[in-house]
């Protein structure tokens, strides 16, 4: 990033969702500051691809207010969009493109400046072992493949605000390592992240802040350390589920 991102990078507010009847979001908030990488967890179905999709603005909301750097998601939406990469739980790449393509395009899309290019693309693709893939098509990529590639297309325009949605499925063990450092990388050089999952242990050695979510509500959230306090984040995790047992998820 070139220039220091406005506090907070992601700024939610009253965030209110439903699908009919259903309340997938209740009206909370949550900021994610430059520097800081924020896990969302919760149970199948608690709202987190529900906020995610309204993050990036691919689904509309029916209250409160998103911002990415300092734009309004829902008035300003380029603006907003221009500030963040999104990484979907299901890697979808045009298959008829090669994978140099795909990162060619995203670059044209973000505006990465010609001379920039096969150095930031390199880079990555060291880093993910996809140099000898990228002159082929994404249609001949494995699942994990495709999702390496997705994730070379969200870093390598250098957003201020990375969205990931489960981004560790199905990677590989060192790609899952490498991704965790570039998650980490990201956010200490000024970046923000924002990302599902319910792996717990990778939340809990990753994140800085974290919010747990179950039926459309967070009901924890703050600095890591500060949730979990004597416990691991998967007893804080079964003691959120237990309370209120019973309540729709
Ligand atoms: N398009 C939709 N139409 C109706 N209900 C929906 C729709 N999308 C999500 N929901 C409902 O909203 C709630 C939240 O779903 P969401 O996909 O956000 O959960 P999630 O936390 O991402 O779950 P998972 O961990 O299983 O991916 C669920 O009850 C789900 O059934």
Redesign the pocket.
């Known amino acids: 990033m070139t220039q220091p991102a406005p506090r907070p990078v992601l700024d939610v507010r009253g965030f209110r969702k439903t ?2 009847a ?1 309340v ?1 979001a209740n009206g909370y908030s949550l900021e994610v500051d430059s520097g800081q990488i924020l896990g969302l967890v ?12 309204s993050v990036v603005g691919i689904q509309g909301f029916d209250g409160g207010s998103i911002a990415v750097c300092g734009h309004d998601v829902a008035s300003d939406p380029v603006a907003a969009k221009a500030g963040l990469a999104f990484v979907p ?1 299901t890697p979808s790449v045009y298959g008829f493109m090669t994978g140099m393509g795909y990162l060619d395009y995203v670059c044209d899309v973000f505006g990465v400046p010609a001379p920039e290019r096969a150095g930031r693309i390199g880079g990555l693709a060291d880093r993910l072992a996809m140099a000898d893939a990228l002159g082929s098509k994404a249609s001949s990529y494995s699942h994990g493949m495709q999702q390496k590639l997705v994730l070379m297309g969200a870093f390598v325009h250098r957003p201020a605000l990375l969205v990931l ?2 981004p560790f499925v199905g990677l590989d063990p060192v790609a899952t390592r490498t991704l965790r450092a570039m998650l980490r990388e990201h956010a200490d050089g000024g970046g923000a992240v924002l990302f ?1 999952s ?1 792996v717990l242990e990778v939340v809990e050695r990753l994140c800085d802040t974290v919010a747990i ?1 179950r039926g ?1 509500a967070v009901r924890a959230q703050g600095p890591i350390e500060a949730v979990m306090g004597d416990e691991t984040l998967e007893d804080v995790f079964m003691d959120v589920m237990a309370d209120g047992a019973g309540e ?2």
């Open positions: 699908y009919g259903k997938a919760g149970p199948n179905g608690a709202g987190k691809t529900t906020l995610i999709s739980d949605d489960e599902s319910h979510v459309g729709g998820r």
